[in-house]
């Protein structure tokens, strides 16, 4: 099967030589497989030629998608597994990523072979690194253009297999109302004979379930009530004047009960951690799980209150029941009433025509998980409070009165009883909030946990990246142990899913794969000012580059970040590199 780029290797070879000619230098374009596609000057002759014994720094960019400059090919590390290391005759080069999407389909590479062509690229280095990121945005739209053309082809031959395998009936109606195709479902589920001449008559009932509309059908006098949509056709195609696509009402009732099923189902056993801290925590969730009285947890960002609460529902009586999780900080002020209380039809002015279910309604029997309690508007939390106390609710734009059997969980990483004292969270509120206190501590004291957790997200990401782990040094469970993480588990996953990335084929988590800030301690002042020696210019000037280099890496990426805080341009940094030899 050919690549992306292989499928218009015609006008990547026109760019390839538009970029030779105005920028006097050698151009390799290779694909994501490392074919090259396109080659002027010594490349000229190999193109279609596979790569993937030498195009270590095509590696790079394709694996990163970010920009490579090598200043001393043979010498960059980049360059270290190449055999041709020692040999190289090439006296610079950039590689730049060609991007679809997010998807990486190939590299142009700019190679020069004499000091004129990389002293000619080095002048003009901003420049002409934009005019080969412009030629790879050109090579990019191509290829999207083309990989678009094949789509729509396929899509027309998919769209008749979707429309009959899809689960909801389908159903085109002529413009003297005579059904004139319809998929399998729809025979089925109104015993069409499949003659599709049969009168058939559609009526709006008014009702809503869900956000779908219920409809009374009539065919060859049978009737029948459906729920979905009657969509009209809008282009001109043969006799077709409208399509029905529709559920039987017992199918959306389902599928409405299932959406309030998202998330995993945690049972306590799934909660890692062998300190005696979460030990008391788990043995707390049993304790009141039973209950009905409402709870808060308080733990800081990323410890699992979450978790916890879905483990508490899990060891509940209503555990067959819907838990329901709202964060009231990813919500709009503006929209929190309507998300928790639902509306009816024209209850506010933008407002979804059909009106829409609460969460309180759809978490009916069983638990409302309300995260990020501290966050929540103090208008709606006098409605909450109201809620608590009388156990109904309204709809906004009703006035009928719902009752409701809900348990809550809310939780919370703010201080609520600060909040209180700026008045920007209610006491009574806390009070009904606060009947059963569970309070998670974070992963800093609790370091036991630290070691158990690292293994089990390490099998997770080596199951998930297809990777086998070998062994775990123990000098990185010693700086696990040792750092803070303010991030908590989150944190913690997020560290263990990086390394996992970064482990190589042997299967070892080593130092080298843990993130800088996990190691790394605050930098102190390199030298005394009170030292009395007057130091030259260049001396200093070869610190200062040696220690950008440090802190923002030898990738083009870092370098063009130390030039900005050096204050100088990226080609003045190359020029530098070059001359005090620190370029790597």
């Known amino acids: 099967m050919q690549t992306i780029l292989q499928d218009i290797q015609e006008t990547v070879t026109k760019y390839a030589n538009i970029i030779s000619r105005m920028i006097n230098v050698d151009v390799d374009i290779v694909d994501r497989d490392f074919v090259r596609i396109a080659g002027t000057g010594v490349y000229r002759d190999k193109v279609n030629e596979s790569m993937s014994a030498e195009a270590y720094i095509y590696r790079e960019v394709i694996a ?31 590689c730049t990523p060609i991007k679809l999407g997010q998807e990486i389909i190939g590299s142009i590479g700019l190679v020069c072979f004499t000091d004129d062509q990389k002293s000619n690229l080095l002048q003009r280095f901003d420049v002409y690194l934009e005019f080969v990121a412009q030629i790879a945005d050109f090579i990019s739209a191509k290829a999207y253009e083309n990989r678009e053309h094949k789509r729509t082809e396929l899509m027309i031959k998919l769209m008749g ?110 909660i890692l951690g062998h300190s005696s801290v979460v030990q008391e925590l788990k043995a707390k969730v049993q304790k009141i799980s039973t209950s009905t009285s409402t709870i808060l947890i308080r733990g800081e960002s990323g410890t699992g209150k979450e978790l916890f609460a879905r483990a508490i529902h899990r060891e509940s009586d209503r555990r067959d029941e819907p838990f329901v999780a709202v ?70 734009g009703s006035n009928n009165m719902i009752n409701i059997d809900v348990r809550i969980i809310a939780a919370t990483h703010k201080n609520l009883t600060e909040m209180i004292k700026e008045n920007t969270f209610r006491e009574d509120l806390f009070y009904r909030l606060n009947v059963v206190p569970f309070d998670i501590a974070p992963l800093r004291e609790r370091r036991d946990d630290i070691e158990p957790l690292s293994y089990h997200f390490i099998n997770k990401y080596c199951r998930l990246f297809g990777k086998d782990f070998r062994r775990l040094a123990p000098e990185v469970v010693d700086s696990l142990i040792a750092y803070d993480w303010p991030g908590n588990v989150r944190e913690l996953e997020n560290t263990i899913e990086f390394m996992v990335n970064m482990m190589e084929a042997d299967g070892l988590l080593t130092q080298k794969q843990l993130p800088r800030g996990v190691t790394e301690s605050s930098e102190g002042p390199t030298s005394s000012p009170a030292s009395g020696r007057v130091r030259p210019l260049r001396e200093l000037e070869s610190e200062a580059i040696e220690k950008a280099l440090k802190v923002y890496g030898h990738s083009y990426r870092g370098k063009k970040v130390a030039a900005q805080k050096l204050g100088i341009g990226v080609a003045t940094l190359y020029r530098k590199l070059e001359a005090v030899h620190l370029s790597k």
Not at 196 to 208: A, H, P, Q, S
Not at 216 to 242: C, H, S, T
Not at 377 to 389: I, S
């Open 64 to 94: 990163t998608g970010e920009t490579q400059v090598v200043n001393l090919p043979g010498k960059d590390p980049l360059c270290q597994p190449c055999t041709k290391k020692n040999t190289c005759v090439e006296k610079f080069e950039i």
């Open 161 to 270: 297999q979707v429309v009959d395998k899809t689960d909801m009936g389908v159903i085109a109606i002529s413009r003297d109302d005579t059904i004139i195709n319809a998929n399998s479902n729809a025979l089925q589920q109104l015993g069409l004979s499949g003659c599709f001449k049969e009168k058939i008559d559609i009526r709006v009932t008014g009702d809503l379930i869900g956000e779908a509309k219920e409809y009374k059908v009539m065919i060859d006098q049978k009737e029948y009530f459906i729920l979905g949509d009657l969509l009209p056709v809008d282009f001109d195609l043969d006799d077709y004047a409208k399509m029905l696509a529709f559920h039987d009402i017992k199918t959306v009732k389902s599928k409405i009960y299932e959406l309030t099923q998202v998330g995993e189902n945690i049972h306590i056993g799934n």
């Open 327 to 396: 964060n009231c900080g990813s919500i709009p002020d503006s929209l929190m009433e309507s998300e928790l209380f639902g509306y009816i039809k024209g209850a506010f002015t933008g407002a979804d025509p059909k009106g829409r279910i609460g969460k309180f309604e759809l978490a009916n029997k069983g638990t409302l998980f309300l995260d990020e309690i501290g966050d929540l508007p103090l208008y709606v939390q006098v409605k909450l409070l109201r809620v608590l106390q009388e156990r109904k609710i309204t709809r906004l």
